[in-house]
């Protein structure tokens, strides 16, 4: 039978935006379907990843202009800087972003229908144009690449001025003082730092037990190390009971308990309010059960390791399928699904990946970590160093940060790298690909490093390894 297109792609974030231009390279005649009027790229550029970045890096400049030089020091950085200065920032960037993603999909040929995607059968989608018109297509392959959305808190709304969740927060139109972060995890941590270190007053109240509990202990340590001296104050084991607006202090106040005080309802006044839930995947309204694809309990979609739902044709990636719901994720997963549809290449994601994450300073890790290497019973040492010992931390006046590597102590191979401090989400690829390749530490000392530089941290970790 002769369809439409060869692949019609619902979504045009990271998953669905590597699937269009892998397949366009293959040859193949592809349409993306974007709900979204204005923009293609999905909240990878509009509402996510790149806005909270570009407001990273104008907080990290901000950050280092008013810390460095001395007559900066009495004032907080929202008495010299505006939040209108941040957005124009901001916005310059996206749109630069919003035209390199158009221009790309017209320089392949891809072909884009704005409206709401559904899934007829496995090889139709009916798309809802803005004038409540549909259209049909066929094609041989369908993607759905549709993302996720903020989860609402239960005990309290989101006004998105006030209470404000991950999206509304890279809104604000000005430098709040107090900021009270609903919710752990890693979003909370971005966002809790860049408000920092902007001067606002950070309170973390976390539902879960530990803070990150994934990384490596002392990198864990060296972070609860920097938080507390950012004066951002972190509970765990927090039940939020209520969020109120005090009109006689124009103030809000957030009331929750502690699992180590139950008894004792505590209070926490505040300018906003950010809630950070879990991503509720964006699987509704598409058609899916009703054609034999199947969803989680989570409403996530269920995939193979190629990307494929339990309908033949049809293929699922990037938030939508959940775990690890990353923009970096979600580019590999778009492009293997295209190999695996147009059966081009044998491509798998690789056992190990790394993970970034974004606050001030940045965190990353590939592999084992200490603990990890424990409970598996392996004979491993561990050479790490720390920031303070690096010429190029002394240049940027960096203090804190570390580096930890753990290995096989009889093949010294590399099983993990860890790092918290500038530049941790480029450093982390330099031990990735050396153990990606099986290397050992010794590729550190073999090796000459630039001088100064952060890479140098590798040197003097596998140095510190090799000497215990
Ligand atoms: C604050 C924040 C910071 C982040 N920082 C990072 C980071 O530093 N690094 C990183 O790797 N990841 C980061 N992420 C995660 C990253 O943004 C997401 O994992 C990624 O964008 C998901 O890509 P996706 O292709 O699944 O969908 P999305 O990028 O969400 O795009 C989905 C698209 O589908 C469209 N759509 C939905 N339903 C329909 C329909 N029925 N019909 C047509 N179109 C539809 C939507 O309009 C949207 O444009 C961050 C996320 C947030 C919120």
Redesign the pocket.
Known sequence: MAYDYDVII???????FSCAIQSSKFGKKVLI????PENLG???IN???VP??SLREAAKLIHKFHTQFADQEKMKPYQRFKMDDILRYKRSILSEKNRKVKSDLIKHNIETARG???LVDGHTVEVTLQGGQSVTYTAGFVMI????RPGKPEQFEIDHEVVVD??SILELTHIPRRLVIVGGGV?AL?FATIFSALGTRITILSAEKGFLPFLDDEIGAELRGILQRKTIQLTTECTIEKVEKNDFRTSMEVFYRTASEPDRLQVVETDHVLHVGHKVP?SE??GLAEIGVVLSERKTIGVDEGFRTAVPSVFAA???IGFP????A?FVQGRIAACKMFDMGEDEIAANVPY?I?SIPEIAGIGLTEADAERQGLKYKVGKISYSNLTQADIGHVDDGMLKMIFDADSLRILGVHIIGEQASDLIHLGQCVMQHGGTIEYFLKNVLNYPSYGEAYRMAAFDGLSE
């Open positions: 619902i979504g045009s974030g990271p998953a669905g379907v974007e709900a979204n999905g909240s990878w509402t996510g990843t909270s970045k709401y995607g559904r690449s549709t993302g996720s991950y999206r979003i971005e964006n309204g598409l990037g938030d939508v719901s990353q923009a970096s979600s970034g974004y």
